[in-house]
């Protein structure tokens, strides 16, 4: 593997099928429900992640864990077919691949998805190499590895201190609990913070009618920058003295929205990889997540760093 990489994400990889949308609500009894669309795509917000860095044009290596099974192998080879370095991405050989299941009605979903390894996913499936060859060190779905997120905060810190960037979206937490002397220990090793707005305000225990520019304050006094994904309202980013939002892109033709968020985080990440300030930052991965919904799936319409640009109003203020 190359000496050195772009980013290095950690995390949650395995098979999305989703179907929908579904009109009626699920019949429990035995009924066949018929839908318009279906697709079996690679899912995992970590896995979306690293795909939509690597078509942004970095160099990504994954770290984490599936089973030794056909949909672990599927898992490797489409990561490997976006050019995701997939060396530090283990085969289990005792558990099975996770697999997610998502039902879409409007622009809502139900997602149901089966563990399998990622219980088993932590932080000494990272080699020290690779973590030490890094520039930016992402991970994501915080609660649904355990055993990673008790020592992600060590591999964050040791990132740091070899001059790397750390980034976190922690993503759903099924208990309901979001908060834990874990999360505490790994936000202050973070340096951005990518939640979207309704994680934002569960993670900073205020209500759900909270204002968004006083959660994201809230949430930066924990250690991290936050930069929060608000839908059609667009994003914000606060670093702690200084608050930035961008509006967002209109979107025509959306096909669906799984990882659209997970797009988003990638050009965020990649955009302040290559040096462009928050605001311009912010306008690049709301392109990303716009272009990702033009196709089902989290990364089968993922833009490439020129396309995302061609989308914004006045390319001249982004880089190229």
């Known amino acids: 593997m190359p000496r050195t990489f772009d980013l290095l994400v950690i995390g949650d990889a395995n098979p999305d099928v989703i179907i929908g949308p579904v009109t009626a609500p699920l019949d429990f009894g035995q009924r066949e429900q ?3 669309h279906g697709v079996m795509t690679l899912g995992g917000s970590a896995a979306i992640t690293a795909c939509g860095a690597a078509r942004l044009g970095l160099g990504v290596a994954f770290a984490g864990r599936v089973g030794d099974d056909e949909a672990g192998r599927y898992v490797r080879d489409r990561l490997a077919a976006r ?3 997939v060396d530090a991405l283990h085969l289990d050989p005792a558990l099975s691949t996770p ?3 998502s039902v879409t009605r409007g622009e809502g979903r139900a997602i149901v998805t089966a563990a399998g390894t990622l219980p088993r996913i932590a932080a000494t499936d990272v080699p020290a190499e690779l973590l030490a060859a890094a520039r930016h060190v992402h991970s994501a779905s915080f609660f649904l590895m355990p055993a990673l997120a008790a020592g992600l905060a060590g591999l964050f810190r040791a990132a740091r201190a070899a001059g790397a960037t750390t980034s ?7 208990a309901g609990q979001w908060a834990s002397p874990a999360l505490t220990e790994v936000l202050a090793e973070t340096d951005l913070l ?3 707005a309704q994680e934002a305000r569960r993670l900073a225990g205020v209500p759900e009618e909270a204002g968004l520019a006083g959660t994201a304050r809230l949430l930066t ?5 936050v930069a929060v994904k608000d839908g059609a309202a667009g994003a914000l980013y606060d670093d702690g003295t200084t608050a930035v939002h961008r509006a967002a892109q209109p979107v025509a033709d959306v096909r669906d929205t799984v990882g659209a968020g997970d797009s988003f985080d990638a050009g965020f990440i990649a955009a302040r990889l290559r040096g462009l300030p928050p605001e311009e930052a912010l306008a690049v991965a709301g392109a990303c997540g716009a272009l990702s919904t033009h196709g089902f799936g989290g990364t089968d319409a993922q833009p490439t760093w020129a396309e995302a640009l061609a989308t914004l109003p006045n390319t001249g203020a982004v880089s190229s």
């Open 34 to 36: 018929l839908v318009d």
């Open 221 to 225: 006094r924990r250690g991290p920058a």
């Open 194 to 196: 990518l939640p979207n």
């Open 168 to 174: 976190l979206d922690t993503n759903d937490d099924p």
């Open 99 to 101: 697999l997610t299941v």
């Open 83 to 85: 050019g995701v370095d």
